[in-house]
């Protein structure tokens, strides 16, 4: 009878060791699907609603300043070129930015004069605050 029930609790042993595997097959499958999870939040919280940031950049640039190129570098840094009457128009576009709840940060990289169509080209950057 000792030899049946070592049998037994053997058979036992087995069948719990096999469901215990079946446990960890669910553990990690469940654990795969919350990184995905996860992953997915991060993004969307990272999304970035250029339509807001392009309607915020025209209310804030001057009449006389015209913006040539934009870029996004290194996830919120943006820089931006772009073509001014005077050094004037410039500092109120940089002051309009820095006064919008769009943008924090605004830097005046670089201006210089271009003697035949007597505009000033000039280089901004900026970090994006509000992003949707």
Do not use: H
């Not at 640039?61 to 050094?87: E, F, H, Y």
């Not at 940060?105 to 670089?110: D, P």
């Amino acid at each position: 009878t000792l030899e049946q029930k070592n049998e037994k609790t053997k058979n036992q042993l087995v069948e719990t060791n096999t469901e215990i595997s079946k446990y960890k097959d669910v553990e990690d499958a469940i654990a795969k699907t919350n990184g995905k999870i996860s992953s997915l939040s991060e993004a969307n919280k990272t999304k970035i609603l250029w339509s807001n940031i392009v309607i915020e950049l025209s209310n804030t640039t001057p009449v006389k300043v015209q913006i040539k190129t934009m870029s996004l570098n290194d996830g919120k840094r943006v820089s931006l070129t772009g073509i001014a009457a005077s050094r004037t128009d410039i500092a109120k576009f940089k002051d309009n930015m820095e006064s919008s709840e769009y943008f924090k940060n605004v830097t005046f990289t670089s201006s210089s004069l271009d003697q035949t169509s007597g505009s000033f080209t000039f280089n901004l950057s900026c970090e994006l605050e509000k992003t949707e």
